[in-house]
Every structure is written in C-alpha cells, then in structure tokens.
C-alpha cells in the first residue's frame, strides 16, 4: 500500500515539474513520433519491392511494430536507469537510496521515471489498430484479456534485462557500455523474430528474451497459431527474467560497498 | 594555419584517450548492422535482385554505409550549442583564432582519430561477420575513399551550420535532434535511395543529403557506372563548396548580435 502512494506522489510530483515545461513535453513526443515515421518509412518503401517479409505481409509487420511500441514505452517510462553507474554508484547517490525505508530498486525507479515517454503508448496503438483493421483483425474479450498480461509481461523482459545490467555497477565501478548495446540488441524485437537465424532466433527467445517482447505476443494478436504456445508464456518469462534480476539487485546491494565520499 | 594543426593533433590524442568507448562502439554498430542484414534477407527472400541489385551487395551497401558513418560522424554541432548555452563562446570570441575554422579542425582531428581507430577496425570485423564482397577495381577503391572525403566534409558543415543556428534560437536541441533522425533517412544510410519514389529522387537530387551516404555506399557496392561516379563525386564537390556560404552568413550576422547567456 504504502508503494503505490509512493507511487502517485512521485508522479504528481513530476507531472507538476514537467508541466513547468510543457512545450519540452510536446517537442519530445514529436521527436518520438518522428523517429517512428523514419522507421516506418523503411518498411513502406521496401513492401514496394517484396509481398512478404519470410511470411509476413506488410501490415503484419507493422502491426508488430505497433504493438512493440506499446510495452517499450511502459519500459522506457518507469525504467530509466541508463546513467545508473554514473549517477548513483560514481556519484555515491546509492548511499542515500540505501538509507530510504523501501527497496532500493524501487527508490531508484521513483526518482528516475519519465512519465512522458508513455505518450509512445499512444503512437503504438494508433499504428496498431490502423494495421489491424486493414488485416482485418478480429479483437474479442479475451484478446483483451489477454492484452494487458502480454503488454505487462513484454515490459517485465524488457525491466529486468536492464535491471540486470544496472545491477552489474554494484560489483566493478568502470564504466561500463553493455546497457547501449543491449538497447540495440532490444531493436530486433521490433520485427517478426522468424527473419533471423536460427542462433539469433535462440538468442532472443532464451537469453535475452526481447521476442516477447513485440514477436511472439503480436503474433498471436495476428492469429499466427504456430506460436500461441510461445505468446502464452510471455507472462511467465517476463516473471522469470524480472524475479531473477530481483535478486541479483538484492545481491549487488548486499555487496556494495560505495565508492567513498 | 599552425594553431589548426594543433587542434587537429589535440583533438585526436583526446579521442584516443577515450578509446576504450569506440570499441563497444564497433558492437553496437555491428549489431545495427546485423538488424538491417536480417530485414533485407527477409526482404530478399527468394527473389535474385531489387531493382538489379543483389543480396551481396545490399549487404555490402549496408556495412559500408554504418563504417563510414563511423568516420564522418561527430557532435559538433552539439557543442556549440553548449558552447554557447554555458556562455564560452564569450571567450572563444577574443581568442586569436576564428572560432568556425577552429571547430572544424577539431573535427578533422576526431575524424582522423574515427578512421583509423574505429572505422578500419570497424570495417574488418564487419567484413568478417557478414557476407561482404570487397571491390577489386582500385579505381572503386579510390573514388570510394575521395567520396567520403567529401562526405565527412558535408556532413561537419551541416553540423557547423546547424549548430551555428543556437545563437539565433538560443534553445535549438529539437532542431539537432531532428536534424539527426532525418539525416539517415534522407542520406540512404538506412535504405538507398533508388528505392525512393522517382519523385522523392528526384527532390533528393537538389538536396546535398545523399552525398553523405549514398554516394559512397553506392561507389564502394559497385552500383555506380564510372561516368556516375565522376558526376556524383563532381556533385560532392560542389556542394561542399555551396555549403560554405550558409556557414559564413551565419557566422556573419550572429558575430553582430551575439547575446551571451550566462558565462
């Protein structure tokens, strides 16, 4: 209980602080909607030249995309923890958030979230339900049912890769660049995960799962039967990868030892 | 001329420095790499050629246009605007040299720094990764390497030019990040341009974007006939030239109304 109205006043604080600057907001949502049209673009001017993408027509595609979006956002959103190492471990900040009567991961989250990143949400669903009328899809109860565990379970992957990674600060102090890497790796879930190889295919289902992230959920959302099985366990990895980025945290904290002052 | 060569060696010993940094900075162009490599073999699928182009060389076109992107790349124009948010351009003014000319012999040190550290490098393990075919006529090779000459050239005046607009807008972040986004698209770094509509192309060819990646990608995959090669890098030169006079009339009138914020 007492998280969530840790929750709602961390936010209200920061919509008023936003708002301050509301044109930021609005400027940076355009950029984001800008970078989406660019990618977009991509795949609009090369279904000029091919019907199908290894079996996936061009609004499949797009619908994937859309979908993607829609979890990612949610990650970026309440994940902001690219500058961990630097501002937190470097710059001794964790010493306070370890004085702080909630979990630390928590703390962090709080203090680093940027709400406005949820207006890609927007920009996710719009492309999704403009493809998925031209496929004429059909959204019943329990699609909608579904929908929010698959969207819940994508940003859990997401999370908890990047939680992993941040946790990596707690045990060496270089800096370390895996977190952009990563975040070009997270890229390839925006497309259908059959377009790559077999090793990549492995890859992005069991270790560093961002196919369920956008692939495997949206496809079952385009009636692709093939991998209900896999769409149905986004849920659960989502659990698996978050609750063991959980206690690598727990165990990162329990190992800190700072940096000095 | 000296105190430029100077910048440029200064600049390249800070670059080295950090090193470290442009290694991970191999993968992560690898990786963006291997994304494009896999959605163009999607695209590809059965079919032989894309408008008489092959799957090699797409590839090749792909790899070669993330590579010299390493090399041609830098954030001038980002610091300027911090130069002249933080209020430093006040002392850049009275130093005795001119501040555009000494941005872009940083630039050039960064460059040289990015071409033998990172794009080589770069280039190589690429080429290791991914099914790359090499060009085996030096001609290619030479007009390749003339060309993104010209493509860092283009693509630091841009920067300058850009980056020079912060004294008029004071705030112009929006304006580089869309700067950014747009330029690899509009350059054919993320899908060559004759793939564009004939009357997208037909715009692209009054704008000086393409000489960026295009041309070189083109040069280096083998998709340009010779006589296409001599007008596009002919085409480079000019608008390098051109795009000395924005830079000039900018840094012009912002030297007279220069209003320093802070500092």
């Known amino acids: ?261 | 001329m000296d105190k430029y060569f100077v910048m440029i060696r200064m600049r390249f010993l800070t670059m080295l420095a950090y090193r470290m940094e442009y290694y991970t900075g191999i993968i992560i162009y690898s990786i963006n790499i291997g994304a494009y490599y896999f959605l163009w073999k999607a695209i590809y699928g059965s079919q032989g050629e894309i408008g008489n182009v092959d799957f090699v060389q797409m590839t090749t076109y792909v790899a070669i246009g993330w590579m010299a992107r390493s090399f041609y790349y830098n954030n001038i124009d980002r610091e300027i605007a911090a130069d002249i948010q933080e209020g430093k351009v006040a002392i850049e003014l009275i130093r005795p040299y001119d501040y555009v000319l000494m941005k872009t012999a940083q630039a050039f040190g960064e460059g040289v720094f990015r071409f033998f550290c990172f794009a080589v490098p770069g280039f190589i393990i690429v080429s290791l990764l991914f099914p790359v075919h090499l060009p085996s006529d030096p001609f290619l090779w030479v007009s390749f390497f003339v060309s993104i000459f010209f493509s860092f050239l283009i693509f630091t005046q841009i920067n300058l030019a850009v980056g020079l607009t912060t004294f008029f807008f004071y705030n112009n972040r929006g304006f580089m990040r869309a700067k950014r986004i747009l330029l690899d698209l509009l350059s054919g770094l993320l899908i060559p341009i004759y793939l564009f509509p004939a009357w997208v192309q037909s715009i692209f060819t009054f704008l000086p974007f393409q000489s960026i990646s295009y041309v070189p990608s083109m040069i280096f995959s083998g998709g340009f006939t010779t006589e296409l090669v001599y007008l596009s890098i002919g085409k480079q030169l000019l608008w390098s030239v051109i795009l000395i006079v924005p830079i000039m009339l900018l840094w012009k009138t912002a030297k007279k109304i220069v209003v320093v914020q802070g500092g």
């Open chain 1, 1 to 261: 209980m007492r998280y969530i109205e840790l929750f709602l006043q961390y936010s209200g604080q920061y919509i008023k602080t936003r708002l301050a600057y509301r044109s930021d907001v609005v400027v940076g949502f355009l950029f984001d909607l800008l970078q989406q049209v660019v990618n977009l673009t991509f795949i609009f001017l090369v279904f000029d030249y091919t019907s199908s993408m290894n079996g996936w027509s061009r609004d499949e595609v797009i619908f994937i995309y859309g979908y993607f979006l829609i979890p990612f956002s949610i990650f970026m959103a309440f994940f902001n923890i690219w500058q961990f190492n630097d501002e937190y471990i470097i710059k001794g900040q964790m010493d306070r958030v370890l004085t702080r009567p909630i979990h630390s991961l928590y703390q962090v989250l709080l203090e680093k979230m940027e709400l406005e990143s949820l207006l890609g949400c927007l920009t996710g669903a719009t492309i999704m339900i403009f493809s998925g009328f031209a496929l004429n899809i059909s959204f019943g109860i329990k699609d909608m049912l579904l929908f929010l565990p698959f969207v819940i379970g994508g940003v859990l992957v997401y999370g908890g890769v990047f939680v992993f990674l941040a946790s990596l600060a707690f045990f060496t102090d270089s800096k370390l660049s895996i977190m952009p890497m990563m975040y070009n790796v997270g890229n390839y879930g925006r497309y259908p995960i059959q377009i790559y190889n077999r090793a990549i295919r492995f890859v992005l289902t069991w270790i560093l799962p961002f196919a369920f992230v956008g692939s495997y959920p949206a496809s079952y959302f385009l009636n692709r039967t093939e991998w209900v099985g896999y769409a149905l366990f986004t849920p659960i990895m989502g659990l698996i990868v978050f609750i063991i980025s959980i206690y690598f945290w727990n165990y990162g904290v329990k190992k800190y030892r700072g940096v000095g002052s």
